[in-house]
Every structure is written in C-alpha cells, then in structure tokens.
C-alpha cells in the first residue's frame, strides 16, 4: 500500500534545445544526406544573392532625369539596376493620369481612411461600431467626391478614365474585398437557406460566376454590355469592371463562407433559436462571428487572387499599377529598355501588400482564437 | 411530499403551462413519438426519463419546436404553436433551454453569453442586462469567471452558465435535455444543486430529461417514464421507484440501480 500527503513542486520543463550550435546539429548537420544538402544549399544562395544584391543596390542607379544616366557611353545598358525608371515616372506609376494639379484629392481621402481605421485595431476605442459603420457608409461618398469630384464638395471633375496607377488597383481591391465578403456572406446564407427559390438562386448564381473566367467577365461588361444597353446610355466603364469583379469573386467568397457556416455545430443554431433570436440576429450574432473566424485563410486566399487579378482591368483599357509600367511607361521612347526594373518594381509593390494581407489575417486569427486562451 | 407538489395537488384547476395532445413525430418513416399527451401545471416539476432512443428528448425539443411535430397539438402558455416564425420568437423567450453539450457560445465571453438575448431580444439596455447577468451568476456560484471565455471553464461550469443564461430571459418553463450526462462524475453534483435550488424555489415550471434518478426523487412532482416513442408510464417519484406499474419501468430501474 501506498499513500502520500506530499505534493510535488511544480518544476519547469527541461529545455532540450541549447544555443546554437545545438541547434545547427540537430537542424542542418543531422546525418550525412541534411550534411550535403546543407552544403548545396549554401552555395545555391552564394551563387544568387550576391549577385542580385548587386545589381539592385550598389550598382544601382536610383535617380535620373533620363535615361542617358543608366546607360555607358556606347548606349549599352549600365550593369546594374536602373531604379530611375521608377523614381522619374513615380508619379504616374501611382496616380495613372490623374492631373497633377489635383492629385491632393485622392491622398487626402487615402490619408483620411488610414486615419479613420487606426483607431479600429485598438481594443480601447469607444464606440467602434459607429466608426466602423462610418468607414463603410459614409467615408465611400466623401471619397468619391474628393477623388471623381462633384458631389458634396462640387471639386472639378475628373474622369475615372484618368485614374490609373497604384491608386487605381487599390481603388479597386479595396472596394471589390468589400462588396465580394457582402454579397459572397448574403450568397452563402441563401446557399444554405432552407427556401426553395432563394436557395437554388444562390446556387445558380454562385455556379455560374464560378464557371466562367474573370478575363470573359471583364470583356463581356465592357464590350457586350454596351450592346444590350439602350443607345446613348453611358455607364462609367471602371463602375463596369468593379460589378464584374464583385460579381465573380462573391461567388467564390460565398463558397469560402459557406464553408465556415458548416463547420458551426448545429448546437449553435439551436441554442441561438432556443434563446428567441430572430434568423437575421443569430446569424450575425452568433453564427457569422465563429464562421469567418474559421474561414479567414479561406478569405484572405481570396482576396489576395482579387488584389492580383485587378491587373486584369488592362484588357478593358483601364491602366492599372502593371499596366501603367509595362504598357505606358514601358511604350516610352525616352526609357526603353527598362522593362527588367519596372517589372521587379511591380512585383515588390504586389508582393507588400499581399505579405500584409497574409500578416494581418494570422494576427487577427491569433486574437480572435478565444478557445485556448489563458 | 414536498411543500409545491401538495399545492399543485390542491389547485387542480390551475393554469397549464404546456400541453401536449395526440403529438406524433416522424423521421422519415420512422415513429419517433407516438400519441404523447402530457398536461404540465404551472410551477410543476417534471423528470422525463428513458432508455436512449425512446424520444425523450424529442419531445422537450418539440415543445420549444427545435423539432417540429408533424401530429396533434403542442400549447404553450395557451397558445397553440403553429411554426410561425414570430410567434416562436415570442414563446422561445418564456421558454429557457439548457442542452447536453451546454451550447454556449465560444466567441463570446460569459458575460456577453449572458447578456445576448436580453439586449437583442428584450432590447434591454446594456447595464440593465448586465446587471441581471451578474445577478445569476452569482446565483449559479461563478461571478469570478464573468470576463472569461466559455473555453477556459471545466464542463461543470459551462452548464451553471447555460443555465444562468437561460434565467437571463426570465422564463416561465425551463427545459434541461441531459444537463449532466456530458459531465465528468466530479461536477455533476455542481449542475444538479444548482437545478435543485431552482426548483426548490418554486414558480418556475421545469421539464427535465435525466438519468439522474436521486434527482427526480429530490425535486420531481411528478415522473414520466417513456420507451419506444411512448409515455409508458406516469406517476409521482414515491410510487414510480417504489412501486413501478409496468414491467418495462421495472426493467428499466433495475438496470439504471441495480449496479
């Protein structure tokens, strides 16, 4: 027989891994096959980086006037990088066309949204709904009459065939993420409504948008549609592309929620109703909430495609970041031949804002995860 | 015999707070329920009991129509359900629900559990809301894990919270379906003297689907043994485990106390 009254101390846990070179053993030199491909892969990066790193940086030519700057004096190409390309034309690559004398309208609005959403990512703020509905209901309206002008300020009108550039794609992402999660939640719920008619028009609506490709969307708003409106109606062509993009990726969204919307354990539901919630307010209050949190990579998948294929808009002659780089600014007599640059710059602006979307949405997953949280 | 069963024995002609007549349910082809006719007093306590698959829980979740009937007729506080939509809404306030797998909702901390339906239902302000909530989490013995979410508390806690957000709404009936039986042994003691207590306040009309037998003894008016889709049997808890009518009941009993 056994018995004690003592009860252990509590000790922490032994630690296994100690400095670095034990982390090098059990890592990279664990076994003679890690041994050589540790090896390999040292001299693949020793082949790569220097060499890049030279040519974007320190044979680097970062301001210019022209293009004679980045050339030798037989007119080849100078070994490195000709950032001049960029830095020259910056402000077309950000604004498209869009006059230079007005060009504080859309940074103001653009200067207005970040400052309007900062507050949002505090736990502290008061009142967030509101500030929220704010950015989502009445920001819209101010910054279109501050970048297209007219409306509530009566600005000079500027054309949306003008804009173009960065402000363009993020013009169009931004407002095609958020009408894609409105419409794509709406579509989801219908998808699993349990009316007959509102269900299969989800279902029609979803498999069509998701049957046919973004391009044939594109070109069918901008070439067909015309076709089928009476004669003389003139509909905004970039309004066109942005209900073709909402349109196509709301099917796609709807399906991503849709999935979330399975995963909740038909408890919740039940609970929600047992509680005398309305359909509406259990679905926002308590099914929708656990849903998205479940589905945010699915989302976030999404929306990155979405900001990407934004690109797409070119083929509609609407000059977006790559488009305003590789068709107008590349077609420039005065800087031909620095495709390489603005390519690699196109990239790199891309590449930011997806890694951030990716960053944001594990952050946010961290912080909604109220399962394990101690 | 406690003091409320000797005044619900008094007052025959008192009010019903649920009423079920000829309720029949099918799955598909399968008789879930057949003929249940059940007339439940106002403040009458009630443990349904049952071998699994006898349509226990079925019944109390027709009562708040989580499950629809497909026979017969289901009154609440004098009012036939019908399955329409505002209506439920109405009834489903004055009907509290506790389930097995309690149901919270994992998203939100207990207090805001607590205070969901009061605002969004009763349209309560804020503060109001949250002092009722606090008021029954005392009552449930854990005001101290108010700001904690439902995922930081053991089982035990879970349910005394589902149940707390139940009398949030301040029902007039409580339905509990298995409150225990997802329960470690440990805390099962926890839930039911949180039930007891409830009951043994009176005035609030409880249904109860439960193997917990030593609970049906303590707070029972009256128990109702269901097999196969049927009420088998009804009769006060004295008689009922004393004194079992029908064969199966006996079985029944002596299987549930025999080990």
Redesign the interface.
Known sequence: MYVTNKILPELPAPSNAKGIVHWLKTNLFNGPINTIFTFLGLFIIYKIIPPVIEWAFIDATWFADSSSACKLENGDRKPGACWAFITNRFDQIMYGFYPASERWRPNLAGIMLVLLTIPLFFEKTPKKAWLGGFILLVFPFIAYSLIHGGGLFGLPVVDTSKWGGLMLTLIISLVGILFALFFGTILALGRRSSMPIVKSLSVVFIEFWRGVPLITVLFMSSVMLPLFLPEGTDFDKLARAMIGIILFQSAYVAEVVRGGLQAI?K??Y??????????W?SMF??IL??AM?LVIPGLVNTFIALFKDTTLVLIIGLFDLLAIIENVLGADPAWLGFHTEGLVFAAFVFWIFCFSMSRYSMALERK?D????? | MTDAQTSTNNNSDEKYAIQLINMNKWYGDFHVLKDINLNVKEGERIVICGPSGSGKSTVIRCI?H?EEHQKGQIIVSGEEITGD?KQ???L??D???C?Q?F?????LTILDNLT??PI??KKMPKKEAEGIAMKYLERVKIPDQANK?P??LSGGQQQRVAIA??LC?NPKVMLFDEPTSALDPEMISEVLDVMIELANEGGMTMLCVTHEMGFAKKVADRVIFMDAGQIIEENTPEEFFNNPKSERTQLFLSQIIGH
């Open positions: 354990p408890g919740q039940e609970a929600a109703s047992a509680m005398g919630l309305s359909y307010k209050l308590v909430p656990q949190k909604l109220t399962n394990h949280r101690n | 708040n989580l939509v439920l809404e109405r489903r306030t009907v509290g629900m389930f797998h149901n919270l909702f994992p998203h969901l339906a969004w239902v979410y995922g930081q957000r139940s709404m």
